[in-house]
């Protein structure tokens, strides 16, 4: 059996709408044979309420900011994997940038970096990112 | 749509967006922008701040849709980059000369205060752990076992912190 303090816990919960039913079982179980808790629930139900309307009464986000998100994505590095070896100073480098542009390719070796592959920004055709 | 649907829908949608596809990642944005936007705002209370934060989280979720796990529902991850996007935020402006603003919402001019903006001037007397709590669960419906992971701490906390909030906001409120 479910003590009041329990009961207490639970009752925001319930109210909020998130119980499993095994535990608004057992809640029911305690506020139909306890009346403090009944009254609880009834002052917590009225709270609920007031809480809901209040936090959607929440200014929103103000307009553009989708635009704004869509500009620094097209700004991020590009992201990639370098296969190599440090002890040949050998490693192909292959990327897909943020947003929009082809895939490039380069080929570093011993530090002098080799275009292989879309760095003339010609190639790739049509892609989501 | 039940809830099942729409966890489903959630997944299918970041799988898109994971796949690099625009139009996904747009649905996405419009799905959690102004939820992101107020669970925001209910932390740092600062609209500068919680624009910022949706800023930063999609940005993030652009670019690791493709780790999502699967281990808990997407709005529950979403929120948890929130969450560490906001308090990144504010140890940067704590640092900075730039301040929190202080209240949740701006005062009513009007003498008349309505019943939203009273809870809400309610809700801006709880500490910043306590107001988490209230808006995750009669804002975003989470559980307290999703809460207790999102904020990663026990069940008990969570429920513990919930008691205090409510009990505050029936005396303010009174």
């Known amino acids: ?49 007031d809480l809901e309307g209040a936090l959607k009464s929440l200014p929103g986000i103000p307009s553009g900011g989708f635009e704004k998100v869509s500009r620094q994505i097209k700004r991020l590095p590009s992201t990639g994997v370098d296969i190599g070896s440090f002890l040949a100073g050998l490693s192909v480098g292959l990327s897909a940038r943020g947003s ?30 | 749509m039940s809830e099942t649907r729409a966890v489903i829908d959630d997944q ?41 934060v949706v800023q930063e989280t999609m940005i993030a979720v652009w670019r690791s849709a493709s780790k999502y796990a699967g281990l808990s529902k997407v709005s529950t991850w979403v929120f948890g980059i929130a969450r560490n996007k906001a308090f990144g935020l504010l140890r940067r402006e704590e640092r900075g000369s730039r301040h929190p603003d202080i209240r949740l919402v701006e005062p009513d001019p009007a003498d008349a ?14 500490s910043q752990e306590q ?17 207790a992971q999102l904020l990663d701490i026990p069940e008990g906390t969570v429920k513990s912190r919930m008691y205090h909030a409510k009990r505050k906001l029936a005396e303010v409120l009174a």
């Open chain 1, 1 to 49: 059996m479910m003590t009041c303090n329990e009961a207490r816990e639970l009752i925001p919960w319930y109210v909020a709408g998130s119980l499993s039913a095994h535990e608004v079982g057992e809640l029911a179980v305690h506020v139909a044979d306890c009346s403090d808790c009944r009254a609880q629930l009834a002052r917590d139900v009225s709270l609920g309420i």
């Open chain 1, 100 to 129: 929009g542009a082809p895939l490039k390719a380069d080929l570093k070796l011993l530090g002098y970096r080799i275009p292989l592959l879309g760095n003339e920004d010609k190639l790739g055709g049509q892609h989501d990112r």
């Open chain 2, 12 to 52: 299918r949608l970041l799988s898109l967006v994971a796949a690099g596809k625009d139009e996904a990642f747009h649905r996405f944005y419009d799905e959690y922008a102004n939820r992101v936007f107020r669970y925001a705002l209910t932390l740092l209370r600062s609209r500068h701040l919680a624009e910022e």
């Open chain 2, 113 to 126: 205060i309505s019943r939203e903006q009273r809870v809400l001037h309610a809700l801006n007397t709880l």
């Open chain 2, 131 to 147: 107001r988490e709590v209230v808006f995750l669960a009669f804002y975003e419906g989470l559980a307290y076992q999703e809460v």
